[in-house]
């Protein structure tokens, strides 16, 4: 009996001590963000009971069956199940289920999917991941975690799952000094100095989180490309991170500099029909594969904002794409990007990578993809389609979205990107099917928004655009919806009614950003060069095209850029049942209106309201909507840890800030070019124009 | 029976189920580097037994007495305390020794010091952290948290401290945009953008880590300054940042550009004579005073590497300081730098910041400092303390440390550079006193090696220099090896021969760069504009003293600057005991023998060895220094958590290679020169001279 009570003596002062070392620990752990989507919290209530008792036992595959890769995801099980049980595994009652990877003895890549079934009531109990490669059994074993940590019951996951397409790629923009352009995170996160020597933890953390969601892929430099990143040295630094992201199913790609062989080879040209240059490639694709035998390809920007390229020696795109096509072989693949406008050609810029690419469709090597943005200006906040989507079918073609908010308010405004993604993936773009379905043989590419801030994004929201990114490239039928509560849920809170706040703020974001930037179809309205702030008066740059008056060509008689047959015809780009349903300012979707068309500013629109009435409400809704936002977040600090709380607040200050300066200083000038009262009920901007005019920012990130 | 029986199980599996949930949390957290020397891991064996023991409960001060000072104070000794306790407080049998906080009513400034004074066999056991002021208790909890941590025994904690000099700054050369010049730790730790509305976390972590080492200033920004950063939006920016470290004992310190009355004020000079100009300044120090009370002044870079300043006016750097001291009056201080050297001038560089100085002595203002870096040229890993210090009886002068390490190895070479700053504290200028006393009116200025990586410092053991720096700022008679087992003992381990190995790992660290680089006294022999890796042979650069030939003046007749009489003269610039000491190339210290004398090759050293094999066999030896060292860290694998020991092995793979290099390309260098065979025994460099010449790195980190 004493020997009892010493013993529960003793007990309770070792769990009382272990309870306050816990504490401790977490009082020096605040919530940082640097975790992500993998939190993996303890589950509450009836799902962290029912995991108790089911004490899940992950068994790893062996001799054969056994890789890198099949030891990354029995870890992230084993670590997994153990944080979502909030360490309630070793129950006494519990039933043990086997936990099985069958994954065959391949590693793969990960493209031909997995399924998740439950075998609980077989003599002896299992959950059983299959997939028919290792990568897959990777991303199965994510899925699972994903589900429980959704609040689901393992007897409920049953999932068959195949990506929707074979690339799901991060394009970074990411300079080898560290400066990332259109980054608003900090630092590249890629640390070329210390490289090879030195692989900084974060180039783990990073494939794991691409892992998780899918993505297979990344570009880890700009396409604004320096040469040197084809020497010897860069190729070393190189094949330490592919050996390091190979378990995690992440192929590498780099972009080169189209110049490389006059830069580095010491050629006098880099002509791509000519013999010696063709050869240099050849001998560097054969050095690179030396190192990495599974080097994804090459990401190429040539002739487009001063980069060199084909064109440069008289040669077409499929000329230049194809020559490094041939280098590559069937190792891998030439990225080529249609983002393309000329300083020479006085044509509508949103028309002209169509006018240059569809006479090449079928003339591109069959290791070659066209990589297309969304839209045909540069990431704007609305934009249509691409024309170029469809237009091209003999030509595989890759949707390229900006993950980073170069053109939507940095990592400073809240924009949830599912939405605009969503939009653009399920245009019907009249030549068989949808964009989504025109891609399908390639896949999608993003542009990264990840740096070295430790919540990699800059604001803890901008997680979920590179969350979404991924989610969408695997499987584009996702609902903006569903992405947004699985992200909410696994990031911030299992709170009902926490999450629909947050999801509802996540759903409202991008719209509202629309409607105080750039409404009714406005577009390039941002500041010159920083892209930051609004500046539409901008117009004595060096090219018309630069000038945010080229695009809203606002004067007293109007605004708006006539497309149409009348303007510069780039309607007639689009199939003819898109363009037919675009062609009438009534009945076009008012949200494109002043992409399409020119009008007048007492031109009424469908609500009844003149232009200029319904421009003045764009913004203020705009304004008043983010008001909104900030006030639901606000409402949420019961249910989100403080550090993340204060600093989301933190960044709707900014936003709000600048949200209003947005409206303010575009109904200032818009109101200077129209001479028109403000319409009733609207406040006008408080200082005058040249207020706004006055301000500069040398210092934007970003540049 | 049962019950008790059932209540043990019951608590046992409690036990389990919080040790694999502590476990499960600790490995989502590794270390990273984040909490520097603050981690307070809980104390093992006798500490933590006593600890437990004397179960102290921190007494918060109240009503007047407490202050958002005494607040953190009470906090980090709460927080601190049971980390350290490792849990152990609730122990039924302790003893509660209340501790108390008993310093007064005003905030303070910190300058009066704090005593720790143990009253454990009073009535009532207590543990007093007395101080005149808040600031001062701060340090003594901090103190109190450190000696703890040390391991000492409550009852032996009796400390009576003042620090010795009233500034111990941190200069940040970090500019508006993040970028850090001479910065190896990723961008800077400033978010101007996101400022005033977004404070980073990190602000508050930066703040704490300082006052923990008695640091009580910090200019924000890059002495070569961008004007911008007096406009009123920054002043917004700043006053956020002095608010939260207020609290802290921080003040902030502004780098203005002397020619921001032109470019922000609109006139047509900045003349500081000019009364239009010092109105300028005054209005705006009344402008930044206003919203920061306790502004603490501003240091300033002028008529130095293109900088703006008084010359450029025909006035005297008098002229320049007095106009700024005077628009701060009493309220701040004007630390003007003496770091000039003049494309004009032909004189040896080394001379000329005391040519230009030495005749202002008496004629700055009261408020105004004099800031000299250690040595006469630059930074270099060893230079004679400069003839600047003793000089001018009637300045102010301040000491001006580079704790990034823009010469000594970036961020990849381990140097502890305690021992640099001991050796110029510690230099007697033959004018009244060692260095460490003529700067006693003013203080110490350490150019800071902070960045956004999560260590904060790029490498681990760069934080020790942050350390060092705080703590020779505080008492510059404490020792190099104190200073590194005070550092090691918190930041890495408690086991005593971990701790030794370590401490010898530091202390012999500096002088193994200084071997491998630069030895017997040579200097400024790295890299053009990035200052990395060696390059002895650039000599075509415009102007003569930004060439390492100006330094080493090889040929085939000898090596070595003569600063005697016979050459530059510089020598005469010293006390004359000193420049006694140093005058003859036979008894002068071998580590300055080719700072001051120009020798032949066959020179014949004390020891015996020619100038030409001790010179190699100095390379020799600091590359053998180097893996030694790095063999230490290898061997202690055991008893420092694997990921900061994987980091730091990591880092010596690379300064392993590149002290290699040094040795090589200088040595090829050398002996192309002198013609001369290699020495016996020493391996010539493998690849010929001119692959070390062609080596280029267009990225290195920091320019």
Redesign the interface.
Known sequence: ?MR??R??NR????????????????????E?GY?LWL?HT?LEGGALQELGQYAPEVVAPQGEFQSATTDIAVEELR?GL??LA???????KATSIRITLDCGTAVGDGQAGFSLVPELDRPTPAFRIAARDHIGCLHGSFALLRELALGKSLADITLQERPAYPLRMLNHWD????HVERGYA??SIFD???LP???D?RMIDYARANASIGINGAVVNNVNA?A?MLEPRYIAKLKRLADAWRPYGIRVYLSPRFSAPRDLGGLDTADPLDPEVRAWWRAKADEIYAAIPDFGGFLVKANSEGQPGPQDYDRTHADGANMLAEALGERGTVIWRAFVYSAEDETDRAMQAYAEFVPLDGRFADNVILQVKNGPIDFQPREPFHPLFGAMPRTRMMLEVQVTKEYLGFA?HLAFLAPMWEEVLDADTGRGGTVAQVVAPAGMAGVANTG???NWTGSDFDQANWYAFGRLAWDPGLSSETIAREWNAQTFTRDQRAQDAITDIMLGSREAVVRYMTPLGLAHLMGTAHHYGPAPWVCDLARPEWNPCYYHRADAGGIGFDRTATGSGALAQYAPEIAQRWRDPDTIDPALLLWFHRVTWDHRMADGLTLWERLAAEYDRGVSEVDRLAATWHGLAPAIDP?RHR?VA??F??QQ?EALWWRDASLAYWHSVNGLPYPDGVTPPPPPLEHYMSLSF????GQ
Chains 1, 2 share one sequence.
């Open positions: 009996m009892e009570r013993l529960v007990l309770a002062k070792a769990l009382a001590t272990v309870l306050v070392a816990g504490l401790a620990a977490s009082q020096a752990h605040a940082d975790e939190r303890p670590a153990a944080n909030g360490g309630n595994v070793a129950r006494g300079n080898p000094d560290g900090g630092r070329w100095w210390h020597e030195r692989l933890r320096r040197f400073s070295a801030d430790r550090e600093a933190d960044m200050a900014i800030k040398p210092e934007a990130p």
